[in-house]
């Protein structure tokens, strides 16, 4: 996904279709409600877009407010820095427009009430992708404040906006040490935001899940096995992920499994 331009002062967010890049629908200086989901409805969003000069298929929706024609369909909506680079994006589907009315961002704006669906825009997430657009993910251990349901939107972003963060940076070369500290790892999720800032630093991303850990393993990511990892803290780490995870015919503590799957990719663990 690319915008067809660069975002001006203030604007945050951009509208693209997915069916056709050149098929640029214009930016918005806020998308209150992205990052909340509706009622019994976890991909469903009712968007407030701030500020818009509507252009292409959401500019002939505009048009059609309360007919079928309202609906605009499939879109990327870009999440922009504050020189309107690209940090991130989410496929946005169904974008419908509800409501228009003149904005006070501007003359010739307009705000626009859009219902989509969207469910990577995990609730928690803004706040991260705020620290990324002003430059300040940068102290290790932002991530230990955060309530257990906000960490896979911590997570999300870390993963979302890896390419804009790392900006082409190669992985570190095979046989570097990494520092992996336990303190604050108290579950599988806090597990992946102690890994991904010790291999990629403050905010880093190196798997959220458990395949998503092993692709990391197999390089592209910020790491090229083999290397060292030294856990620090490990016995209380170990003490926490008891959680049993199914593997084949057996069942393994989750502790135990990561262990097993540095071990198959050519990590050594140091236990401290």
């Given at each position: 996904m690319r915008t067809s331009e660069r975002g001006g002062v203030g604007q945050k967010y951009a509208l693209t279709s997915d069916e056709d890049d050149s098929d640029f629908w214009?930016?918005?200086h806020e998308a209150e409600?992205?990052?909340t989901p509706l009622p019994d409805e976890e991909g469903a969003r009712c968007v407030h877009l701030e500020g818009c000069l509507p252009?292409?298929?959401l500019l002939k929706s505009v048009d059609h407010v309360g007919g079928r024609r309202a609906t605009a369909g499939n879109a990327w909506l870009a999440l922009l820095d504050g020189d309107g680079a690209?940090?991130?994006s989410y496929s946005v589907d169904e974008v419908t427009v509800v409501d228009v009315e003149p904005s006070a961002r501007g003359t010739g704006l307009v705000d626009l009430t859009v219902t989509l669906w969207c469910?990577?825009?995990?609730?928690?997430?803004?706040?991260?992708?705020d620290l990324v657009r002003t430059g300040r993910l940068n102290r290790i251990g932002m991530w230990h404040e955060l309530a257990p349901e906000e960490r896979q939107a911590w997570l999300s972003v870390a993963l979302w906006s890896r390419g804009y963060r790392r900006q082409g940076k190669p992985d570190a070369p095979a046989g570097q040490v990494f520092a992996l500290d336990g303190r604050h790892i108290v579950d599988e999720d806090s597990f992946y935001c102690a890994i991904g800032e010790a291999v990629n630093g403050p905010g880093?991303?190196?798997?959220?899940?458990?395949d998503a850990l092993d692709d990391c393993l197999c390089g592209g990511w910020g790491a090229t096995v083999p290397f060292t990892l030294h856990w620090e803290s490990s016995a209380g780490a170990r003490a926490r992920l008891v959680e049993r995870v199914p593997v084949g015919d057996r069942e393994?503590?989750?502790f135990d499994l990561l262990l097993e799957i540095f071990e198959k990719r050519g990590v050594?663990?140091?236990l401290r």
């Open positions: 214009g930016f918005a409600g992205l990052f252009q292409g298929g690209t940090m991130g469910e990577n825009a995990l609730p928690g997430a803004e706040r991260a992708w880093g991303y190196f798997g959220w899940n458990l393994v503590a989750l050594s663990v140091v």
